[in-house]
Nanobody, 124 residues
Framework: QVQLVESGGGLVQAGGSLRLSCAAS????????MAWFRRAPGKDREFVAA????????FYGNFVKGRFTFSRDNAKNTVYLQMDSLKPEDTAVYYC?????????????????WGQGTQVTVSS
């Protein structure tokens, strides 16, 4: 079992930056692949990024286009999503998720554990 708590959301102007964090409980954090998803108002939850257990590989949703960087610190049981060049269309609730096994999954149904989410609002 792992519990996930996101933080770092807020209100930012277009073109600005935010860094989201997701802190995990449990001593087996390094055995979990981690991901970020987001849900914009009126839309389905959407894959943002995923990272391998050792942090050695990441991949991103097509819309990211080099603007976000996903990293992890296994010593701190924490993952980070650095978001730069934010756009109003990035406005959403951002969720952290964890799964065992391969990290190369964009389908939310593959993930076993979820945080409560953190709101990101980008003003134009």
């Amino acid at each position: 079992q792992v519990q996930l708590v996101e933080s770092g959301g807020g209100l930012v102007q277009a073109g600005g930056s935010l860094r989201l964090s997701c802190a995990a409980s449990g001593r087996t954090f390094s055995s979990y692949a981690m991901a970020w998803f987001r849900r914009a108002p009126g839309k389905d939850r959407e894959f943002v990024a995923a990272i391998r257990q050792d942090g050695g590989n990441t991949f991103y949703g097509n819309f990211v286009k080099g603007r976000f960087t996903f990293s992890r610190d296994n010593a701190k049981n924490t993952v980070y999503l650095q978001m730069d060049s934010l756009k109003p269309e990035d406005t959403a609730v951002y969720y952290c998720a964890a799964k065992t096994g391969s990290f190369y999954y964009t389908n939310q149904n593959a993930y076993d554990y979820w945080g409560q989410g953190t709101q990101v609002t980008v003003s134009s």
